[in-house]
């Protein structure tokens, strides 16, 4: 069910509401957890790019479509980089707490 709500929040915050990146973010989070410690290690790095456009648009960061490429640009290097270098431990400690 959050596979779902990711990909209907983000279809709908790509078209112009915003605020639904933040939606996406947290079920693509979810995801990853409940996907395990295979799927879900490498899907929690897509968490990334909504919520880093989630922020951009929250503070009005975004103004040109190149604002736009550079924030994803930037949500996908540290996606990889937390997926290669960050313990999946870390990643989902949040959760933790619900497992």
């Not at 973010?25 to 989630?54: D, K, N």
Request: proline content about 2%; glycine content about 8%; overall charge positive.
């Amino acid at each position: 069910m959050s596979l779902i709500t990711a990909l209907v929040t983000t279809v709908i915050a790509i078209k112009g509401n915003y605020r639904f990146y933040w939606i996406s973010a947290i079920s693509i989070y979810i995801f990853s957890f409940i996907a395990g410690f295979s799927v879900g290690q490498l899907t929690i790095g897509l968490t990334f790019i909504p919520f880093i456009l989630a922020l951009a648009y929250t503070f009005g960061w975004i103004k040109t479509r190149i604002h736009n490429v550079m924030f994803v640009s930037l949500g996908i290097l540290i996606g990889v980089l937390m997926v290669l270098f960050v313990d999946d431990a870390w990643l989902f400690f949040p959760l933790w707490f619900w497992a």
